[in-house]
């Protein structure tokens, strides 16, 4: 049985996706025949309460000189990176020469505003394209896994930070007690950790599974953070929900009895206990529902493909990875995914092999139906896509349920 990586209690794992490539693995034909795969399975901890893979591959194997993953791709997230740092200096930048280090900060989507800002800021992106990215827009940023012996590092050149931010980096990073110990280390005894991931709640409700592939060791919930982070000595003191990749949450952590508890913190504890986040119930119910749409998807393409239908994927999201490998779609389903990222672009996609073709492929001959993969841009893309359905073309949707939309 798999070990817990927060609390080390053994727990059965309550999901098996079965095999799995890496998500953001886009490649060429000469490297299919030694494709990496794992086994994705996911599990709760009764414990601690935190949603964990029960393994998770080599982190070098996803993170490396050839990320796929270009955070200003999205320019819904540039803004909601820009409203991230204003709110971060509005609230917490108020000491003289502040200095603010950003885990996880690609190429430098956010911390470009405190660059233009003249606050002192270091971005710590392991990932080096995208690092170089960010040096280019003059962002500091050094190429590292963040962990404790980085954390130490980072306070013996530019001493203890005010705030400490990360973006869908947290949950990626499976040495999470490490990260927490780092997070005490970098921290004034003022200081805050501002950070946001996918959460856990928005993945119940809306059967979003496909938020569970490699990068995503952890599913948190404001009790499991809760649960870790007071291994350390450190506490929640407030959350905001967030609209986006599906619906996240922002958590802020700092030293215990340092600042003041929100009441958010109280009402989002209660929900989550209300909501039965806490019993191993919850999550057979989620299996159950995932197990549906996976069957409610494959019927629906499969009668397309029947009726002679064309449908393509829209938008090669690291989640696509998980829906298409375990729906089991296959290139004669799913003709070619359109994605605007040049380096994923005359590339194949993960485990399944179906082409990626640039966007203004999709513009030049819309296909009857687009799956929408990037559902969690939705907005984004259905205002700038106003053109496919005027010409008829149809949005296929999976979450929270498989539609064709009118
Ligand atoms: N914050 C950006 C990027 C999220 S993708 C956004 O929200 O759009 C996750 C990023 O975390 C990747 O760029 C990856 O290289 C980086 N990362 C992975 N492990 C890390 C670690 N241990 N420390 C810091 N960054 C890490
Ligand atoms: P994400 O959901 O993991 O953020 O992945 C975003 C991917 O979606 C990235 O490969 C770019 C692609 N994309 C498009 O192709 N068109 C779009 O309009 C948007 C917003 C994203
Ligand atoms: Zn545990």
């Known amino acids: 049985m798999p070990q817990c990586l927060i609390c080390e209690t053994e727990y059965a794992p309550s999901m098996s996706f079965g095999r799995m490539p890496i998500a953001n693995g ?6 299919f025949s030694d494709e990496y795969f794992f086994e994705l399975r996911v599990g709760f901890c009764p414990k601690c309460g935190m949603v964990q893979l029960a393994e998770q591959p080599d982190r070098k194997k996803m993170f490396h000189e050839n990320y796929a993953f270009f955070s200003s791709t999205s320019t819904r997230m540039a803004s909601h990176f820009k409203e991230f740092a204003d709110q971060v200096r509005a609230r917490f930048l108020d000491a003289r020469d502040p200095f603010v280090v950003e885990l996880g900060s690609n190429d430098g989507i956010m911390l470009q505003h405190f660059a ?3 606050i002192r800021h270091l971005g710590i992106e392991p990932s080096a394209n995208v690092a170089q990215a960010a040096i280019e827009k003059g962002v500091r940023t050094i190429c590292e896994f963040f962990d404790e012996q980085v954390a130490q590092a980072i306070v013996s050149e530019h001493g203890q930070a005010d705030v400490l931010m990360g973006a869908n980096v947290i949950c990626h990073i499976p040495y999470l007690r490490s990260v927490a110990a780092g997070v005490k280390i970098l921290l004034k005894h003022d200081g805050v950790l501002v950070f946001e991931d996918p959460y856990l709640g928005d993945i119940l409700e809306k059967t979003s599974y496909d938020q569970i592939y490699d990068e995503h060791a952890f599913y948190f919930s404001l009790s499991s953070i809760s649960y870790l982070f007071s291994m350390f000595d450190l506490e929640v003191v407030d959350v905001i929900p967030q609209d986006v990749h599906g619906g996240s949450m922002r958590y802020m952590v700092a030293r215990k009895g340092v600042h003041n508890v929100s009441a958010a913190v109280r009402s989002l504890c209660a929900r989550e206990r209300a909501l039965g986040m806490h019993k191993p119930e919850v999550y057979d119910q989620l299996r159950r529902n995932i197990e549906r749409s996976r069957s409610n998807l494959i019927a629906l393409l499969k009668d397309l493909k029947q009726q002679g239908k064309r449908v393509v994927g829209y938008a090669a999201t690291s989640k696509s990875t998980t829906v298409i490998n375990y729906c089991d779609i296959t290139p004669d389903l799913l003709e070619y995914i359109s994605d605007t990222t040049p380096i994923k672009q005359g590339k194949y996609s993960p485990g399944a092999h179906i082409p990626i073709r640039p966007y203004q492929e999709f513009n030049a001959s819309y296909p009857e139906f687009a799956l929408l993969f990037g559902w969690n841009h939705a907005d ?7 053109s496919f359905k005027r010409a008829g073309g149809k949005w296929i949707v999976y979450v ?5 939309l009118a």
């Open 380 to 386: 984004e893309i259905m205002a700038k896509e106003q």
């Open 26 to 31: 886009f490649l060429t034909p000469d490297e």
């Open 400 to 404: 929270p349920e498989v539609k064709v």
């Open 116 to 118: 233009k800002a003249g």
